[in-house]
């Protein structure tokens, strides 16, 4: 693989306020310019990056006080970002001096009482460099480990110190090897010395960034770190094993492990008078002889002291031989997470090398790929072998708070927010990346945990114009997504983010089961963006989806109760849905059931509350739908709940029903009560119809429900005169019976006996039909008298309203025949000045 190694001093995302140590090497084959600014997609320079050569103050600067409300307090010069160039130089000076302190540590606890002349000014520079590392570390900037945001605040940073490392590290910097001789070589002293053993955590964070580093090869960084683990436990093994001998007086140094040694011709009884070197050597000999249990006797323990030790070291000897086999074994297996991130990287790094993807992009991978693997711990393959019911509280107990607050779902029901909440996923997103561009169709729907976004408008010249802040308990791309029409804004991070989100699909299919609910999101969404889109067409846009959905809901309704689907009529109903609701052509559940016969749909609808007499846009109720279908059980259904049988120019339907000799149909009209003597355009009636055509059997049936023979129609020709020009002698018969029936029944029989014979009554209201309804009076229920003269008169004594001079129907026109009027219609009484 052949990579261009960077020439440039490497800045990466240090305005993101990554402390990723895994960043010092994700740059490295790429020419960067220092002050090199990341570009939007759109043209717009965002500062993303400071010269590293400067300290961090106020990175980001934004014209809302919510941005910069977290560096209020901070000046010029007061605190260090972790990735600051002269830093980072510090943090490589300082790990020099940890790696010494950390080897000679053990060396001067077992090999010195009390250091030379030269190696005790060593260890005060040494101690010196420390304390001025301990002062350093009340200004440096850290990442928050819940929230993953970079904390600048001096008072959080000197309290994280404060609690982790500082006690340790400034008893470190005492001058131990002063106070054991000031206090006259008390030997409890010298082990205060192994403190400053604590300082090996910066030598395990520097191999740390070296294994994610792609730029060294893995398993030449994890083999040097296992020696180097193996060499410090030996060594420091060695030291104490020399210590050991040394604590017994020196006439006694015989019944030591190195005083009783002797290898060939050589004795090691004074052995405190050979050189350094010598003695360290044998020691660490030993140590590694019995770390690895293959001496030979020649060096051994002699009195009880060293019988214990030993017995402790190689216990844990054997511990440090499973982790180095262990290690070994991760090596040949690559399966450590660390080894996947950089396989991973690798891989990008070649994908963007051959496609020659541009700066901006290759910063926006590289971030999320440390993200995805600093942030393993939302990582959803954590939670793969939970029970889905554990997982659905688990995300409950976190996301909760934030989806229920945004407004949103403002009224919406706990069920649905608990089923958002289980469908979403944890992301991270660095300062400068465009999440949704302007005009772009979106499929994610996304919540702000934490965090600062900006909504851009993009004008046609290209200018911008920041719309409005995304902070938490915000979202983003709802617009889009409800309405389905292009990405209004272009969504910018401003600061890192972590956000929730939901895939369109998914988010969809939970508006179909809560319709209610999505009702209420429309609505909210509709309120929320009156006062704050810039662009008014949006408002209609909203709108129009509103009703869309509306017509949409009610066509799901219809079709369930058409199709006689009672389980999702049920759950329809009790998600939101309006029973009520009509189709394009004005028709409701109960009317498409009542059509095909639907008896337990009809049921429930009419337990639901609805509309029996609700008439579609053709005048049919659903009283008549069912006669009409001739379903006798629904129409009997529906006449029990009081359901009217009302039908448009009554007396021109039943005239064409005759004529077209319907019987069955004409049969269960009638049995339902309608008004056989409903007269046509012509004032015929529907016997004047079944005699002219000799319709015996219709004749028959319209009597039998009390049709007159004395009604008169325009030429002032009756049904039995109609029966005579016809010249049925059966018809003639049949209508010559009902005559003499009907005389004998009214006596003083007029030309107006249908009247008597079948009274009409009307409800009279005081009132004009276009008043208000606030203060109206009670109408008066009456029977149609005569004349409309008798019907004013009758009206306002009733009513007392004597004023009262014109009768007006509901439309507002003026009545001027009581033949006029149909039975049950209201009317008003009105003065007729007025």
Avoid at 2 to 14: A, C, D, V
Avoid at 19 to 42: A, F, N, Q, T
Avoid at 261 to 281: A, I, P, Q
Avoid at 377 to 395: E, G, H, M, N
């Amino acid at each position: 693989m052949s990579l261009k190694k960077s020439t440039t001093f490497r800045i990466g995302n240090t305005a993101n306020g990554n402390h990723d140590d895994s960043s010092s090497g994700e740059d490295e084959y790429e020419v960067h310019d220092l002050r090199d600014r990341i570009k939007s997609s759109r043209g717009s320079r965002f500062n993303l990056i400071e010269n590293e050569f400067e300290l961090e103050v106020n990175r980001r600067r934004f014209s809302r006080q919510t941005v910069i409300s977290g560096l209020k307090d901070l000046s010029r010069g007061l605190v260090i970002h972790p990735d600051n160039r002269w830093y980072r130089a510090w943090e490589k000076f300082i790990l020099i001096w940890a790696i010494y302190s950390s080897f000679f540590t053990p060396m001067e606890f077992g090999f010195f009482r009390g250091l030379p002349r030269k190696l005790f000014f060593l260890d005060i520079a040494g101690q010196i460099a420390f304390l001025v590392d301990i002062i350093l570390q009340f200004f440096v900037a850290y990442r928050d480990s819940h929230s993953y945001k970079m904390v600048y605040k001096r008072t959080p940073i000197a309290i994280r110190y404060l609690k982790s490392h500082f006690i340790i590290d400034l008893l470190g910097c005492m001058p131990w090897d002063v106070i054991y001789k000031a206090v006259g070589r008390t030997e409890v002293v010298r082990y205060l010395l192994l403190i400053r053993l604590s300082r090996v955590r910066k030598v395990t964070a520097f191999f740390h960034r070296m294994e994610k580093d792609i730029r060294i090869n893995y398993l030449f960084t994890r083999i040097v770190k296992l020696i180097a683990v193996e060499l410090y436990c030996t060594h420091t093994a060695a030291c104490i094993f020399y210590y050991l001998a040394t604590t017994l007086p020196a006439e006694k140094e015989g019944y030591t492990w190195i005083g009783s040694l002797k290898l060939g011709d050589y004795s090691y009884s004074h052995f405190r008078e050979l050189d350094l070197w010598k003695r360290y050597t044998t020691s660490l000999y030993f140590a590694i002889v019995t770390m690895a249990t293959v001496g030979y006797g020649d060096i051994h323990a002699v009195n009880l002291r060293e019988m214990i030790f030993i017995m402790i070291y190689v216990s844990f000897d054997m511990i440090l031989g499973a982790y180095l086999i262990g290690n070994m074994t991760a090596l040949i297996v690559k399966g450590s997470k660390t080894v996947r991130y950089r396989d991973k990287m690798t891989d990008l790094i070649k994908y963007m090398n051959r496609n020659k993807l541009g700066r901006d992009i290759r910063n926006q991978i590289k971030g999320h790929l440390r993200l995805q693997y600093e942030s393993s711990y939302t990582d959803a393959s954590v939670l793969q072998d939970i029970p889905i019911s554990i997982r659905a509280k688990i995300s409950e107990s976190l996301y909760k708070s934030y989806v229920e607050n945004v407004p949103l779902f403002k009224g919406c029901s706990s069920e649905f927010i608990n089923q958002i909440v289980t469908k979403v996923h944890e992301e991270f997103f660095y300062p400068g990346e465009v999440i949704m561009e302007q005009g772009n169709v979106v499929d994610q729907l996304y919540f702000v945990c934490d965090g600062v976004l900006e909504e851009v408008g993009i004008g046609s010249d290209g200018s911008e114009e920041t719309v409005s802040l995304l902070e938490t308990n915000s979202l983003f791309g709802e617009i889009s997504i409800l309405c389905n029409i292009p990405q209004p804004y272009t969504v910018r991070v401003c600061e890192l983010c972590r956000l929730l989100r939901i895939d369109r699909q998914s988010f969809s299919n939970i508006l179909d089961i809560y319709f209610h609910d999505g009702r209420k999101i429309l609505t909210n969404l509709l309120e929320g963006k009156e006062s704050s889109l810039r662009v008014k067409q949006l408002e209609s846009d909203i709108t129009l989806h509103v009703e869309k959905q509306e017509a949409e809901l009610a066509l799901r309704v219809n079709s369930a109760a058409y199709h006689g689907d009672l389980y999702q009529l049920k759950g329809l109903v009790r998600a939101g849905a309006d029973p009520n609701k009509k189709d394009y052509d004005g028709r409701s559940p109960l009317n498409l059931a009542a059509s095909r016969g639907y008896e337990d749909i009809a049921l429930f609808l009419i337990q639901e509350g609805v509309d029996v007499n609700a008439a579609d846009n053709f005048g049919n109720t659903p009283l008549f739908e069912a006669i009409k279908g001739r379903h006798d059980r629904v129409a009997a259904l529906l006449s029990r709940e009081g359901a009217l049988l009302k039908i448009e120019n009554s007396g021109s339907f039943l005239c064409t029903l005759v004529a077209r000799g319907d019987t069955d149909f004409l049969r269960r009209l009638l049995s339902h009560g309608i008004d056989p003597n409903f007269k046509d355009y012509d004032h015929r009636t529907p016997l004047h119809i079944a005699a002219t055509h000799g319709l015996y059997l219709m004749a028959k049936l319209l009597l039998e429900a009390g049709a007159s023979v004395f009604s008169r129609d325009r030429w002032g020709n009756t049904p039995v005169d109609e029966g005579k020009m016809c010249g049925n002698k059966n018809m003639i018969r049949l209508l010559e019976e009902a005559k003499a029936a009907q005389l004998s029944k009214f006596p003083d029989c007029s030309q107006d006996v249908t009247d008597k014979m079948h009274p009409k009554k009307c409800t009279v209201f005081p009132f004009h039909p276009w008043a208000s309804k606030e203060g109206t009076k009670c109408g008066l229920v009456m029977w149609i008298p005569h004349s409309i003269e008798a019907l004013i008169k009758t009206a306002s004594k009733q009513l007392k309203f004597p004023h009262g001079s014109c009768i007006l129907s509901e439309d507002g026109g003026k009545i001027l025949e009581v033949d006029m009027i149909s039975d049950g219609q209201k009317l008003y009484l009105v003065n007729e000045t007025n």
